[in-house]
């Protein structure tokens, strides 16, 4: 079965310079979830899209962006880079359920791992 | 706030035994519970969720977890462990439905041949 696609797989920056992260999730999921994890932390939730549109934010830093496309794909911008922006990034995929309105689990890919020199 | 706790950092357990990794939540009115698995170098793997129901879920890799209303807990079990399964358990729960994820500290288990 298909999964949940990101791109790269690893990144290295240096400080200040700007990272462009992308998610593919898996065909006809309609939500998308950002996460973060530190070295040794759990993942702890960025930014959702659901059809496009922001659908909840987390702690994400004034210095990232994202969006949805209308091919479901996502971006995660990253500018002003800092040390501590060093870490692994999950995207994650789910579908709404019909007739619910609740999105069902949450399929994850297997994250880009940035690392801020 | 929604929330799940993961007392144990590490779990030790010999292959063939059988092993718990466990997990206590603070959920107000009825619980989406889930448990995800991360491996080195690789993403989260969905392993099960408790909706409603059956207390007892069945999941991938022959995994199940317990639903124990009482108790507050959602153990993750395995009848006999192998030393593929040593990796990094999550346990988790959406704050409101099934939304974003609020996950515990992570469980790490290792399984010794």
């Known amino acids: 079965a298909a999964g949940v696609i990101q791109s790269p797989r690893h990144l290295i920056k240096e400080k200040r310079e700007t990272a462009t992260l992308k998610c593919y999730p898996i065909p006809r999921h309609d939500t998308v979830y950002w996460y973060q994890q530190g070295p040794g932390q759990d993942p702890q939730f960025l930014i959702s899209f659901y059809e496009k549109m922001q659908s909840d934010k987390g702690s994400i830093p004034d210095r990232f962006s994202a969006q949805q496309f209308s091919d479901y794909h996502s971006e995660l911008n990253m500018s002003s880079l800092e040390l501590g922006d060093s870490a692994l990034y999950f995207c994650?995929?789910?579908?709404?359920?019909?007739?619910?309105?609740?999105?069902?689990?949450?399929?994850f890919g297997p994250g880009t791992r940035l690392t801020v020199l | 706030a929604q929330s799940v706790a993961q007392p144990e950092d590490q779990v030790n357990v010999a292959e063939g035994n059988p092993l718990t990794v466990k997990c206590t939540y603070s959920v107000s009115g009825n619980p989406y519970l889930f448990w995800y698995v991360q491996y080195p170098n690789r993403g989260l793997q969905f392993l099960l969720k408790y909706i409603t129901g059956d207390n007892l879920v069945k999941g991938s890799y022959g995994f199940e977890a317990e639903f124990n209303k009482s108790q507050t807990s959602f153990h993750l079990k395995k009848p006999s462990a192998l030393v593929s399964d040593s990796a990094l358990y999550f346990c988790a729960v959406p704050p409101t439905g099934f939304q974003k994820l609020v996950f515990g500290t992570g469980t790490r288990l290792l399984v010794s041949p």
């Open positions: 994650a995929s789910s579908l709404v359920e019909l007739g619910t309105g609740l999105e069902d689990t949450q399929y």
